[in-house]
């Protein structure tokens, strides 16, 4: 089992930043591809970002394409989602996701989740 606990999320203006934080235990955390979901009042949970085991190789979303920056640290078992330029539609509960092996872009191959954050973009 792998237990996947998020945080940074919250109320920012249009324009501003936040950081998430994923932090995991229970498996060793290299063993895994991370990703980042976000699911909006009414929507369904689409994808945002995603890296890989060593963190040498990330995907990202179009929609968040050169504002949002994942990352890991091996040794602190934690994956992070910069979130830079925020814009009204980026709000959304933020989940982020664990693969045993290589990363993906699909919800339904991510066995472990965390229980999700809020980021509220005002305008």
């Known amino acids: 089992q792998v237990q996947l606990v998020e945080s940074g999320g919250g109320l920012v203006q249009a324009g501003g930043s936040l950081r998430l934080s994923c932090a995991a235990s229970g498996r060793t955390f290299s063993n895994y591809g991370m990703g980042w979901f976000r699911q909006a009042p009414g929507k369904e949970r689409e994808f945002v970002a995603a890296v890989s085991r060593s963190g040498g190789l990330t995907y990202y979303a179009d929609s968040v394409k050169g504002r949002f920056t994942i990352s890991r640290d091996n040794a602190k078992n934690t994956v992070y989602l910069q979130m830079n330029s925020l814009k009204p539609e980026d709000t959304a509960v933020y989940y982020c996701?664990?693969?045993?092996?290589?990363?993906?872009?699909?919800?339904?191959?991510?066995?472990?989740w965390g229980q999700g954050t809020q980021v509220t973009v005002s305008s």
């Open positions: 996701a664990a693969r045993f092996g290589d990363y993906g872009v699909t919800s339904q191959i991510y066995g472990y």
